[in-house]
């Protein structure tokens, strides 16, 4: 049982390497991303991970992803469930406690929105593809 | 109580505002701090969550659960055998006269017969659940997540697939421990209603049996630091198996996968994962399997719904020392899914087992597969499979319904 300590150990340590002098902040739409740029000017590098082109429902949950966001300060999110297909995989894999919900460094965009086509009564799956908390295409109004 | 309720900044609102109209403050002045309606019916969703005996369903893990119904007719019965004698507990044949007295009754002997081929094809025509599955997944606290799959193969008994604890609060690794499908090559991590056909490749079946490498044991998955994406992943196993089960109290079995993806343009990925993974086998001597596979992904961007490539081939072999010779075999498959439209998919796969050889000859199989898929919740898929193997052919053909209810977390890239 010994060695398999010293494995967990040599895992631990070597995750502790890291260096940054700019905040490199995720977006996971190119929107947030150039509200994220207005704000930080020189101070932060910024990513979105969805294109512009893009439809932010449906993005590949890529690996590659996955490395962008566990060298992330800060993720910024849409939320109310529109990245919901694809973002917790990535925020699972990326390994970045930094950006974990509840962390300093993950960001809701959407709390604290006056949230629209909220449904009320039930939905299920026969209504299609409703987004139960409510219209997450809140910037663009 | 109510020190509980005024914590909540939203639930103040509320009472400020009904206290301000109780006093006697005209409705322009309660305006100002009146909450919205979506704000209110928020407001009464989250006191709902709270019911009257103090449990509270908020926390109750996401649930899901997927069936898949099959309906299949073959031209001759074909059974797929592990290479290396049967795996314990219930995946044991019926005809074994020494393990006759585990079987009270007929009831039970079709149970086995019938979990032996829960993840593949039945050995004969007819119409089968061929498994559901239910999935409880969910955070535990601010450093654990848990996920419990139960599978019922087939309509007798229910089996714990896969358990397991992960943590999600390390930097760059993750550790597990529970039961889990063993990071063995591509194939070997998947559930079976996320099969890319309605049966597995043949190495998987016949190297390790209907279940995979599925074990108790712990396990740690790190990103490596490089300039793509690369991760690797240790594994160490309990070794229950056919391959692994030494009687030896601390032969486990010991895997390693490298795994890497590049993106080679904004549409498409390329991806190369090695396997290997050893142990102590019934004669404690040495096991060993290793494994090779190769996976290119195309999805263009500004259609992802529409369009889609994959290209996959896997090489898996294992050595076998009984103390006397070194048994090796393997297999290799290579497959096609093609998106065409959005509903729609058609697959192609083509399998051989016995390289480098097999006695006393090696197995081949075709395979093409039409998908409907009306939603991401729910397909119908078809599929014909030419098997040659002893000099015959024996054709298959399989219907499959497959469908996810409840909450189902999104499918790793």
């Known amino acids: 049982m010994k060695h398999i300590l010293y494995w967990m150990l040599l895992f631990v340590w070597v995750g502790q390497v890291e260096v940054e002098a700019k905040i490199n902040v995720v977006t996971t739409t190119t929107d947030l991303a150039a509200i994220v740029k207005e704000i930080g000017g020189e101070e932060v590098s910024v990513q979105a991970i969805a294109k512009g082109y893009q439809d932010p429902h449906y993005v590949q949950a890529k690996p590659s992803y996955m490395r962008v966001m566990n060298r992330a300060d800060l993720l910024v999110y849409v939320g109310l469930e529109l990245e919901v297909g694809w973002l917790p995989l990535l925020i699972q ?9 509840g962390a300093v460094g993950h960001l809701d965009a959407s709390v604290g929105v006056r949230r629209l086509d909220v449904p009320t009564g039930g939905v299920d799956r026969s209504m299609g593809d409703v987004h139960p908390e409510g219209n997450p295409h809140y910037w663009r109004g | 109580m109510y020190t509980c309720l005024l914590e909540d900044a939203l639930t103040m609102k509320i009472y400020l505002s009904f206290m301000l109209v109780l006093l006697g403050f ?35 893990p996401a649930i899901g659960v997927n069936g898949l119904f099959l309906g299949f007719r073959t031209s001759s019965p074909l059974v797929r055998e592990t290479a290396f004698g049967e795996e314990h507990g219930h995946e044991e044949e019926d005809d074994h006269a020494d393990e006759g007295a585990d079987h009270d009754d007929e009831g039970d002997v079709h149970t086995d017969e019938e979990d032996a081929h829960a993840h593949g094809l039945p050995e004969e025509s007819g119409l089968s659940v061929q498994e559901v599955e239910v999935r409880f997944t969910a955070v535990v606290d601010a450093y654990f997540r848990a996920d419990v799959i139960l599978a019922i193969p087939g309509t007798e008994h229910i089996e714990l697939e896969e358990g397991f604890i992960e ?38 079946e016949r190297i390790f049996g209907g279940e995979g490498l599925n ?37 486990f079995a010991y895997l390693g996968r490298w795994e890497n993806l590049w993106d080679v343009s904004d549409n498409a990925t390329l991806a190369w994962g090695g396997s290997y993974v050893f142990g102590k086998n019934e004669h404690r001597e ?46 290799l498959y290579a497959l096609m899914q093609y998106q065409f439209a959005r509903r729609w998919w058609a697959q192609a796969r083509y399998d051989v087992f016995g390289m480098p050889r097999l006695e006393p000859e090696r197995e081949y199989r075709v395979s093409g597969l039409l998908a409907f898929a009306p939603s991401e919740f729910s397909a119908i898929r078809v599929q014909y499979n030419l098997n040659r193997e002893m000099k015959q052919n024996i054709h298959q053909f399989a219907v499959q319904l497959n469908f996810t209810m409840g909450a189902h977390p999104a499918h790793a890239y």
């Open chain 1, 93 to 101: 894999g990326a390994r970045n406690p930094q950006i974990m919900p």
């Open chain 2, 26 to 60: 005209t409705p322009v002045l309660a305006q100002s701090i009146v909450p919205s309606k979506q704000d209110l019916h928020r407001w009464l969703q989250s006191q709902g969550s709270t019911t009257a005996t103090g449990t509270s369903t908020a926390f109750n």
């Open chain 2, 167 to 204: 943590t999600t609060s390390l930097p760059n690794v993750t550790f597990r421990a529970g039961k889990f499908f063993g990071a063995l090559g591509k194939h070997n991590t998947l559930h079976s209603h996320a099969y890319p056909f309605i049966d597995p490749p043949i190495a998987n």
């Open chain 2, 215 to 251: 074990e108790v044991g712990l396990g740690a998955s790190m990103l490596l630091p490089t300039a793509w994406y690369s991760e690797f992943h240790a594994q160490i196993f309990n070794g229950d198996n056919a391959l692994f089960n030494s009687a030896g109290e601390n032969d």
């Open chain 2, 286 to 331: 040495m096991t060993q399997v290793w494994g090779s596979d190769v996976t290119f992904k195309w999805r263009p961007a500004k259609r992802v719904r529409d369009r889609g490539l994959v290209l996959q081939a896997e090489y898996m072999q294992a050595r076998v020392n009984d103390g006397l010779d070194v048994e090796k075999v393997g297999g």
